[in-house]
């Protein structure tokens, strides 16, 4: 079965700073990756996928992640983050081909102070 | 291009009731999957639909039911409510493969949940 930690429950920062959320998967096969976001009051968006190629994934607003097949990870990372980052970020992992369902993080709510 | 649509937005429902939640899926996708979402928690996987039928099903009881209608929309059905059914619930569509894989899942507004 495969499973997602979300280690960071609660980060709060100060506008421009650096942002990294971590996100590790277990799984045994290949996978596909996903970062999704959910402002206030708004459903859940997609901000960048892996599915294979280039480690380095970017996506929308800035945000990148890395996929780091070694340490099962799927790091979320920003430069500088803005007061309209403030969202609860979730990161899900499927198995790659087939009919599977990505299983989900429990999230991470950051909160940026202007 | 709409996306997914999903009504009622809220609803208030007392123990033991039954609930029908309503999902359009995004145009062009044809499988539509129900997850529940508790407060603090990330979305669970309820159940799938795909050419009508219930293709995968998460670790939820018969308690929870669904349809997908020709049109791809579809209905997620829960019989005797409990309190603990309170909860954001997500429909998110796709498109399948002629292979069977998917695209990636887009997720609508969710229909808000409160069992008295």
């Known amino acids: 079965a495969q499973s997602v930690s979300q280690h960071n429950h609660h980060v709060i920062l100060s506008e421009a700073a650096s942002l990294e959320l971590g996100c590790n998967y277990s799984?045994?096969?290949?996978?596909?990756l996903f970062w999704y976001v959910q402002y206030p009051g708004q459903h859940l968006q997609l901000l960048l996928k892996y599915f294979s190629g280039d480690p380095l994934v970017k996506g929308i607003k800035g945000f990148e992640a890395e996929f780091i097949k070694s340490k099962f990870s799927f790091n979320l990372r920003k430069p500088s983050v803005q007061w309209s980052d403030t969202a609860e970020y979730f990161c899900?992992?499927?198995?790659?081909?087939?009919?599977?369902?990505?299983?989900f993080g429990r999230g991470t709510s950051l909160i940026v102070h202007p | 291009d709409a996306g997914v649509t999903q009504s009622p937005t809220h609803l208030i429902k007392t123990r033991g009731q039954q609930v029908t939640l309503r999902c359009s899926p995004k145009s062009g996708h044809d499988t539509v999957s129900w997850y529940q979402q508790a407060l603090g928690q990330g979305p669970q996987f309820i159940f799938q639909y795909y050419e009508e039928e219930e293709r995968q099903r998460g670790n939820f009881p018969d308690r929870f039911s669904g349809h997908q209608f020709p049109n791809y929309s579809s209905e997620l059905n829960v019989n005797a409510l409990l309190l603990g059914d309170s909860a954001l619930y997500l429909c998110?569509?796709?498109?399948?493969?002629?292979?069977?894989?998917?695209?990636?899942?887009?997720f609508g507004p969710g229909t808000r949940l409160l069992v008295l």
């Open positions: 899900a992992v499927r198995g790659s081909g087939g009919s599977y369902i990505p299983t």
């Open positions: 998110a569509s796709s498109s399948t493969s002629g292979t069977g894989g998917q695209e990636t899942q887009y």
């Open positions: 799984y045994g096969g290949t996978v596909n």
